[in-house]
């Protein structure tokens, strides 16, 4: 007999893949699962569907809260769900414990919660590395190997079959026989390596809110990749008008004025490519993030180097073009017109902080 | 049901059942013949989903909150213990997987908060039989779902579930003029037979010659205007409903046109949410009194050496506070301590109250011994606004750093207000009354006396959300099939939003 719950649940996904009841996709809420990696704390992504309901907003709200800190201290931003009204649920008497999370835990529930297919590395499975791991056990070995409890158990089963052990005194001496030691196997693993390029435009016209998509899709992104790929290299392009290459502390920080020229993010990356990763051993992805204002003449010699030089050896070129209170450009609309000739070619635009994991399904969705 | 196959429970933990039930009798908890089961994790969710009930009518928010569970639990973030349901003979659900400790402070844990169902007053009216009535609900909701199709039904228990909060904490434990039979008076009777009767139009009986003396024309015609004006008046200031309405559910129920499966499905909703509304309306005492009692008998019976640590990692973790949520379970077990200890030392009272020597206030020890007695009466008639309004102290706000915070519209952040201790009081008040829902009433049901629906916000500070406040009306039209609006206030200014079934309208509320 088929569960109600599993029929509640089914209807529930229905409506928040917009099969059917259309009209309440707009209550669909997303990532309000909070975990922690180290210090820092994530949200995964789990939709609900909320009601509307008359209920208090922001304005004039608060609560009372425990713990150190300075009248006027900020504790949390606005514009989260559960707006700190000491809100108990109607739930009676559960209790609930937040565990932390590795990166990789997290990856895997990305994954899962967007149905991403696994990446098959172009080509290149005839690099491999052999690897030693320390998966069996030898009779023979260094000390520093010894196999404690196996020595242990194999001692205590001799004393035992020789009657030679006494539960009033359980004295357990192993000999020479009975240690055990780890031991490795050389396995030979596909070695697959990839590059992260990141280009950011930090033009006049990109805002604060806008490098927080960027952040925190480009925090999704490496997560991801990095659960795909042993070795996981990344370069940041910032640039307006000129290119600079930079870390990644800078790439979130820097703010810029002054046109835009995407060509010298494309110059600079493809010097990137040619210095450091070259194409036969890489798995090369590139993410280009801007509002899509170009400066109009620049347009051409853009596409002229993502053609030549770039898409051909890239696994992967995703541009996400955000939406910035000056409207947005028209850069990719240039880019739509040869999206069908190049299949690596993803475009995505985000509207808003809700629309980064539609995008992030977009980019990685490819399973490239 | 696969959940409701009853299964006996392991030897092991039947007798640290027992073993539980009678330490905590002996305390002098008093509870409801409490039943335990065993359940994996899977089970668990789908209780904790459908509210603690293993039957529930179809719809897909419990199917949400399982889903969000079942990921919270392989993901390894979160994880519910147990799950208790207020009910004769009381439920109680234990996750298989638990540790042996984890299984002693649950079932502590259940024991307390069956005792505090039964014994406290906000809970004296809820169904006790709740089982049976979910399941006989989910059969009326799923009959109407055969007759009239999934998407029809489904829509209308959306309309009603937003409008779920609309209802009064206090119906429940009022009893109404209408309620009472009414009887008029002895001796009021409408034709009195004690001689004199006066007409309609207040003629007194006469014969013809002495008619113009008894009855002077002019006099006549004086009272009659008199009666004619007052009539006026009456109408006019007649409202409907008499006096503002908080059970918007019942109003809708009573007068709007519904047809009879609609009018049933809201019934359904009313009724659930009277059911939860009170363990709403007590969390932080619920949860407070519960952790108090499994803190006292772990510590004092139950722990062995091996379960020490386990325990104190979980009891610490349940008690975790953070800036932005007040922990229920912390600031509920915190404050039946230093209700305890204070009665036991004698520090209340006026004498108390009038010193203030910090010194004598520190050392002041009366040996009453009243605490355990206190806590009791505590748990018996309070909730959560009263008690907070009653125990909360200055000196225990200061102890465990408390403060207040607010919604700054500048920079879109929560700060920490104050930590003034009337502050405090008054914010934590605000933000348990009616649950922390907004308080709404039904003024007019006849606005402008063309049967619209008029509610009114009684505004606190604290302004409705606007675009899930428009929808809300869009519902409510849905059910009152009128034009319906509110009174509220809107960045300040009292402003009055409207829907006629076509579009919204918003304006200024003219003084």
Redesign the interface.
């Given at each position: 007999?088929p569960?109600?719950?599993d029929?509640?649940?089914?209807?529930?996904?229905q409506?928040v893949r917009g099969k059917?009841?259309r009209n309440?996709r707009k209550y669909i809420t997303h990532g309000e699962?909070?975990?922690r990696t180290g210090r820092e704390m994530v949200s995964?992504p789990?939709p609900?569907?909320d009601?509307?309901?008359?209920?208090?907003?922001?304005?004039?709200?608060?609560?009372?809260?425990?713990?150190?800190?300075?009248?006027?201290?900020?504790?949390?931003?606005?514009?989260q769900e559960?707006d700190?009204?000491?809100?108990?649920?109607?739930?009676?008497?559960?209790?609930?414990?937040?565990?932390e999370?590795t990166l990789d835990?997290l990856a895997e529930?990305l994954g899962d919660e967007l149905e991403l297919p696994n990446i098959e590395p172009k080509g290149k499975n005839a690099i491999s590395s052999k690897k030693d791991r320390y998966t069996t056990i030898r009779p023979t070995g260094p000390d520093s190997l010894r196999h404690f409890k196996r020595t242990y158990k194999r001692a205590l089963r001799r004393q035992i079959s020789l009657n030679d052990y006494n539960p009033e005194r359980p004295v357990i001496i192993p000999t020479r026989d009975d240690e055990r030691y780890r031991s490795w196997k050389s396995v030979n693993e596909p070695e697959a390596n990839a590059a992260i390029i990141y280009m950011m435009d930090v033009s006049g016209s990109m805002t604060d809110d806008q490098k927080e998509i960027v952040r925190i899709e480009a925090f999704w992104i490496n997560a991801w990749l990095n659960k795909q790929y042993d070795g996981l290299e990344r370069r940041y392009i910032v640039h307006d008008a000129v290119a600079h290459e930079v870390d990644e502390d800078t790439f979130y920080r820097t703010r810029e004025s002054g046109g835009t020229r995407i060509s010298s993010a494309f110059q600079a990356a493809r010097k990137i490519i040619t210095r450091d990763f070259p194409p036969d051993d890489w798995n090369i992805y590139c993410f280009q993030f801007s509002d899509g204002d170009n400066w109009g003449e620049d347009n051409d010699s853009c596409l002229d180097i993502l053609k030549e030089h770039i898409l051909p050896v890239c696994n992967l070129y995703c541009y996400g073009q955000v939406e910035s209170p000056y409207g947005s450009g028209d850069f990719i609309r240039e880019l739509r017109r040869f999206e069908d000739e190049w299949e690596n070619l993803i475009l995505s635009e985000i509207g808003s902080k809700d629309a980064i994991y539609d995008s992030i399904k977009e980019f990685l969705g490819t399973g490239r | 049901m696969v959940v409701s196959t009853h299964r006996p429970l392991p030897q092991e933990i039947r007798d640290i059942q027992r073993e539980l039930e009678e330490t905590c009798a002996g305390y002098g908890l008093d509870f409801f013949e409490t039943i335990f089961e065993m359940v994996d994790y899977e089970e668990m969710s789908m209780l904790a989903a459908y509210g603690g009930f293993p039957t529930r009518y179809p719809h897909w928010k419990f199917g949400a909150q399982f889903d969000e569970l079942m990921k919270g639990y392989s993901y390894g973030l979160q994880k519910i213990y147990e799950m208790v349901i207020n009910t004769d003979p009381c439920y109680a659900y234990l996750l298989r997987a638990n540790e042996l400790t984890d299984q002693k402070l649950v079932i502590a844990h259940v024991y307390a908060h069956c005792d505090f169902f039964k014994n406290n007053a906000w809970f004296a009216h809820t169904n006790r039989r709740m089982l049976d009535e979910m399941a006989n609900h989910a059969t009326r909701v799923n009959r109407y779902v055969d007759r009239f199709g999934y998407d029809e039904v489904e829509q209308f228990i959306d309309t009603c579930l937003s409008l779920e909060n609309l209802i009064d904490p206090y119906w429940p434990h009022m009893s109404r003029a209408s309620d009472v039979k009414q009887k008029s008076p002895p001796g009021f009777a409408a034709n009195g037979s004690d001689g004199e009767t006066v007409d309609s139009q207040g003629r007194f009986p006469s014969k013809d010659y002495m008619d113009s003396f008894i009855n002077p024309p002019d006099v006549l015609e004086q009272e009659e205007t008199d009666r004619r004006q007052q009539r006026e008046e009456q109408e006019e200031s007649r409202s409907f409903p008499a006096e503002p309405w908080r059970d918007v559910l019942l109003f809708l129920l009573e007068y709007a046109p519904l047809k009879d499966w609609q009018r049933d499905i809201l019934a359904i909703i009313r009724d659930e949410a009277y059911y939860f509304q009170p363990q709403g309306q007590t969390k932080i005492m619920n949860e407070g009194w519960a952790s108090f009692w499994h803190s006292k008998i772990m510590t004092s019976h139950a722990l062995t050496d091996a379960d020490l640590i386990t325990y104190a990692d979980h009891h610490s973790g349940t008690m975790a506070t953070s800036p932005q949520r007040l922990n229920p379970y912390k600031l509920g077990i915190e404050l039946f301590k230093d209700i305890e200890e204070r009665w036991n030392k004698g520090q209340f009272g006026p004498e108390w109250d009038a010193c203030d020597d910090i010194h004598q206030m520190d050392t002041w020890d009366r040996q009453l011994g009243l605490g355990r007695e206190k806590i009791f009466e505590v748990r018996r008639i309070h909730n959560d606004v009263t008690f907070i309004d009653t125990f909360l102290t200055a000196e225990f706000c200061a102890k465990h750093k408390m403060f207040s915070f607010a919604f700054n519209d500048a920079t879109d952040y929560y700060e920490i207000a104050s930590r003034e201790f009337e502050k405090i009081k008054q914010q934590l008040l605000n933000s348990l009354t009616n649950h922390g829902q907004p308080c709404i009433r039904i003024v007019n049901g006849n606005y402008q006396n063309r049967g619209e629906l008029y509610l009114l916000h009684d505004y606190n500070g604290v302004e409705l959300k606007l675009d899930y406040a428009r929808d809300t009306l869009v519902n409510l039209h849905r059910c009152w099939s009128r034009p319906v609006h509110i009174e509220t206030v809107v960045e300040d200014e009292p402003t009055i939003l409207s829907y006629d079934g076509e579009s919204h309208e918003m304006k200024t509320k003219d003084e």
């Open positions: 007999m569960r109600t719950i029929r509640d649940m089914q209807r529930f996904k409506i059917v009841r309440l699962m909070i975990g995964i789990v609900n569907i009601t509307p309901r008359f209920k208090h907003g922001q304005r004039g709200s608060g609560g009372v809260g425990q713990g150190d800190g300075e009248e006027g201290q900020p504790i949390g931003r606005g514009q559960g700190g009204q000491g809100q108990a649920g109607d739930q009676p008497g559960s209790h609930i414990r937040e565990v999370i835990e529930m | -």
